[in-house]
């Protein structure tokens, strides 16, 4: 079976590759340049699986038009609650959803940093930021400066063994 990514060591890709190792099969990864393409392909049935970021996929689950298997995250969608995670389907730690952050600088005064943080977290805690974000399956967790910086650490050291399994160099 063919599974498509946003594009070569992408998060999805790095999936892809944990899925194999876990159930002990190959797939062929196919790399495309983003997510509208690979669900483009999804949708037409000329990719026969992806494991690809929720968000634009929710209106085609709901509709029927993409079977969703699972999510890969530590606890079920607030989007799509019936979908089961990973870990309910018998694959440990494939706590591996797509996040993003907002970085300063080396040197940024630390006033400033956390005046940008909490600038940050007030409008991502906005009731009209919060309902937008959940209504696109987007779901928040916000970390302060010191946090994120040991998340980002942390979630380096996890995805190390699955980028040299999968011979990504930088370039």
């Known amino acids: 079976?063919?599974?498509a990514s946003v594009g070569q060591g992408s998060l999805p890709q790095l999936l892809g590759l944990k899925f194999q190792q876990a159930g002990s099969f190959k797939l062929v990864h196919v790399p495309y340049g983003g997510a509208a393409p690979a669900s483009t392909?999804?949708?037409a049935g000329r990719i026969d699986l992806g494991f690809l970021n929720?968000?634009?996929?929710?209106?085609?689950?709901?509709?029927?038009?993409?079977?969703?298997?699972?999510?890969?995250?530590?606890v079920r969608s607030e989007a799509l609650p019936q979908l089961?995670?990973?870990g309910e389907l018998g694959f440990a730690d494939f706590d591996m959803s797509t996040?993003?952050?907002i970085s300063a600088p080396?040197?940024?005064?630390?006033?400033?940093?956390?005046?940008?943080?909490?600038?940050?977290?007030?409008t991502l805690k906005s009731p009209g930021a919060k309902d937008k974000l959940a209504k696109a399956g987007i779901e928040m967790f916000l970390k302060g400066p010191d946090e994120y910086a040991a998340y980002v650490q942390q979630d380096a050291k996890r995805m190390l063994p699955l980028i040299e399994a999968a011979g990504l160099r930088e370039n």
């Open 54 to 74: 929720l968000p634009p996929f929710v209106p085609h689950i709901q509709a029927g038009t993409i079977r969703a298997l699972a999510i890969a995250n530590e």
């Open 84 to 86: 089961a995670t990973m």
């Open 99 to 101: 996040w993003f952050g």
């Open 41 to 43: 392909d999804l949708l």
């Open 1 to 3: 079976m063919n599974f």
């Open 106 to 122: 080396a040197g940024t005064p630390r006033a400033i940093v956390d005046k940008l943080a909490a600038a940050i977290a007030e």
